[in-house]
């Protein structure tokens, strides 16, 4: 079955920490991956995606993400988290438009900041 | 250019009335998607459409909901005789090819 994992629920970080949110993901196919942003209120806001070569990507934000396909994970991390940074982080695979197109996300995993 | 764009942004009904939510994609986007968010829960996919084509209602639960990508305006997703619980908030995501971009949502209320 194809599935996303985000194992923590909710993560506490000082402002100026380091960040990694964990993602496993079960898919069948080539997985194309993606982590979204979601603030209070709002809608879902791209930080990166991978879809082949390089398997460390540089998003938005001064996030980046490292597709390692032996363990199935595509894990987000910032070296220094901002106190804007709280919000709600969601991974995503899914596959090409012509292929389905549609995303499987993860429950989510809730970012507070602490000054 | 302009985001996607969804309206209304709140919407409340009473239990047994209609709800209708909109969804304007992105310029020159001809893939849209809709996807529902259930309190503390990620989102689940509903339905994938083209201009004038259903590709994909796996999502869709077989009885109320409907959804429809017309040649000419936005997008409907509509449903009938809403329950509460349909009280969720409703995303609708846009692409032309790899990567969906998301509006704002709109989230029901039914009372």
């Known amino acids: 079955a194809q599935s996303v994992t985000q194992p923590d629920i909710h993560i506490t970080v000082s402002e100026g920490a380091s960040l990694e949110l964990r993602c496993n993901y079960s898919?069948?196919?080539?997985?194309?991956l993606f982590w979204y942003v979601q603030s209070p209120g709002q809608g879902l806001q791209l930080l990166l995606k991978y879809f082949s070569g390089d398997t460390l990507v540089q998003g938005i934000k001064g996030f980046e993400a490292e597709f390692k396909r032996s363990q199935s994970s595509f894990n987000l991390r910032k070296p220094s988290v901002h106190w804007s940074d709280a919000a709600e982080y969601f991974c995503?695979?899914?596959?090409?438009?012509?292929?389905?197109?549609?995303?499987?996300f993860g429950q989510g995993t809730e970012l507070s900041v602490k000054p | 250019n302009a985001g996607v764009m969804q309206n209304p942004r709140h919407l409340v009904r009473r239990r047994g009335q209609e709800a209708r939510l909109r969804c304007s994609p992105m310029k020159g986007h001809s893939h849209v998607y809709w996807y529902r968010q259930l309190p503390e829960e990620g989102l689940k996919f509903m339905v994938y459409?083209?201009?004038?084509?259903?590709?994909?209602e796996s999502g869709m639960p077989k009885e109320r909901f409907s959804a429809e990508f017309p040649k000419e305006g936005p997008s409907i997703l509509r449903i009938q005789q809403v329950v509460r619980g349909d009280s969720a908030a409703y995303f609708c995501?846009?692409?032309?090819?790899?990567?969906?971009?998301f509006g704002p949502g709109t989230r029901l209320t039914v009372l």
């Open positions: 898919y069948g196919a080539t997985p194309y």
């Open positions: 995501a846009s692409s032309e090819a790899d990567t969906q971009y």
């Open positions: 995503a695979v899914g596959a090409l438009y012509n292929q389905g197109g549609k995303l499987i």
């Open positions: 459409l083209q201009k004038e084509n259903i590709i994909d």
